[in-house]
């Protein structure tokens, strides 16, 4: 079994998706790589991607079914356009900020090597898995959309490798899109678990000091021993210059991970905040589109074949919004733990200088939060989940509110015009 030991063995899998579609950098094949051959090699992607994507139109207009609901039909030839440019920018986004990501390497190939000497080990082959699983899955799911797209979408008198074709493209953007939302995750991911290693490190410190402080309790009632309470001093004192030292490495091994966040912010900020503003518009989009087609007088045939392609579109970008923010908040998570932990380890027992420590760690977690931002509009956790369930619901009720005013308007002309007729 492969066993990456450094970091850039363990993210080839990410770079290597990232470069088949002219995204990330080329380090994994070069150790200095021409910054010309990565710009001419991504101008080459985006017209591949864009002439090819215009050209299939006719054919799709000629082979793909879309919908019965005429306005199915307008988003799905918007979402076409849509894709394709949400792709370009993708990743002229991600070229643009490719000496970010190498400065990110080398942020965390230095926060790796300062970790080990505390002693808690590289998580390479964790992170390897984590992207291996991430990619067999998107993989998976790419092959199952595009299978259905091939049974249900396509004139009977469409040839064969016509649908293969056309099911691939018309999925590209689907590829790019999690390509992109994975490989952000995959960063966060390697900090969240740096976080866990520094709280499994506190927990320690906490499961070794609490029987101290109970027994410097039970010591404060024994004023008249004064050789236990020499002793006692000498232990205490000794046990608390080593957890000092932890406590100030910890400390600074938080603040270098603080300088990776805002590392990771200023690469993906520009590409997340394209991925949700296009995935909720999509959202809303498509759960109005569902909406409508469950109240057409269909047959189970026809309800399935309508329902099939919007889900699947639905799902691919609803997906993009949980999974990006759960892994942040999963993050951020990791931070309110640590500054559990740090509290609890406060204690009287304790010296002055580890409580100072404690202190000036407490104020550090509390001025420099880990925060995950969409290029600094708003931030990714949980929070912003709720948000978007809200802004969604309303926008559907107007949406279902107004077309549903304009369809009973529309049936009082019809009546009216019938009426003066005869």
Known sequence: MFKPKT?????????????????????????KPSKLIEYAYT???????????????????????????????????LLIYAN??????????????????????????????????IGLPRMYRTLFMYQIKEFVFYGFITVVFVAITSKWHFATSAPTIMKLCLSFVAHVPFIVIYVSSATFGFWVTCLRLKLHQLNQLLHSMLATMTPESSLYKRFLQMKNDFEDNKFWSFRNDQGSHGNTNKIRSIKQMHLEIIKIVKVVNDTFGMQILLLMTTSVIFTITFLYILYRIIWLDLTMDELVKELVSVICWFLVYASQILYVNHVCAKTNLEVTIMGDVICDLYEPSTSN???????????QLIQNPVVFTAHGYFNLDHTFIQAVIGTITTYLIIMIQVGDLTKSRTKTLNNESNSILF
């Open 7 to 31: 970091l850039r063995q363990t993210i080839v899998p990410s770079l290597v998706m990232n470069f088949l579609f002219g995204m990330g950098i080329s380090d994994v094949f070069s150790k």
């Open 43 to 77: 101008l080459c992607v985006l017209i591949l991607i864009d002439v090819v994507g215009i050209l299939m139109i006719p054919y799709f207009n000629k082979y793909y079914i879309i919908s019965m609901l005429s306005l199915s039909r307008i988003a799905f030839k």
């Open 84 to 117: 394709l440019w949400t792709l370009s920018t993708l990743i002229i986004a991600s070229r643009l900020n490719a000496q970010k990501l190498r400065a990110l390497i080398a942020l965390i190939e230095s926060n790796d090597e300062a970790m080990e000497k």
């Open 353 to 363: 200088e580890f409580r100072a420590e404690i202190r000036n760690f407490t104020l």
